[in-house]
């Protein structure tokens, strides 16, 4: 008898990107761009077509309302188009896989060999670091062979067109200084310095009503005399 032939192997699951991305946490910016420049097909046929799969990190709504400096306003269209190819991966990796990305050194992204990121992973947690941008996976909003898309909470702006010059961090503020217990007044010496005028009052009032009474008994006194 003939052995059994093995089953075939499941066809990849197919996520749809435009959908998914527009149910699936505030990534409207995000998607708006994908749309607009054409950039969704390239992920989607990555994601279909191949073999290696994508991996895509989505920034929400607020780090692009935060993006202040340098501004995403003034890039051609282009590099626009290079920024959004910068958030993503030409293969499929799951949170564990970082582990052993970051110790591979900096990894291409889809914009190509100059735009590359740096990942490292701390106790779980993965980081993305691309000089401009050090941020985090916040969460992972799917993870299947050939797709996972996770969540950022940053734009990831790349060195291959923003330069070198990066602006410095702000300073934090200094903390406020708190006094120890030792160094305020204490409650005591409070109480000690408010009830002092009180008592020299009751004193003086107590030696001026026994005035009168020393007098008339000296008086008395000097009769007998």
Known sequence: M???????APAPQYVNLTELLSVAGPFHTFLDYLLSS??????????????????????????FKAQKNPPLSNLTKD?????????????YYSLSEFKNLSQSGPVSTFAG????????????????????TRT??????????PVAVYQVNRVLLPEAI????????PAPAPAPVVSSPSDSPSADSEGASASSPKSSHKNSAHTLALAPIAVAVSGLVALFL
């Not at 003939?2 to 075939?8: D, K, M, N, S, V």
């Not at 950039?39 to 077509?49: D, H, R, S």
């Not at 590099?79 to 993503?88: I, M, R, V």
């Not at 985090?136 to 062979?145: A, G, P, Q, R, Y």
């Open 2 to 8: 003939l052995p059994p032939t093995p089953a075939p």
């Open 38 to 63: 054409g950039v969704i097909e390239t992920f989607q046929n990555q994601a279909n077509n191949t073999e290696e799969g994508v991996t895509i990190f989505v920034p929400k709504d607020d780090a």
């Open 79 to 91: 590099q626009l188009k290079q920024l959004l190819l910068f958030h993503a991966l030409p293969h």
């Open 113 to 132: 060999g100059q735009y590359s990121l740096k990942f490292t992973d701390v106790s779980g947690t993965v980081r993305i670091d691309s000089l401009w």
């Open 136 to 145: 985090k996976v916040s969460s992972s909003v799917f993870s299947t062979d």
């Open 162 to 169: 923003f330069g070198t010059d990066v602006p410095p961090m």
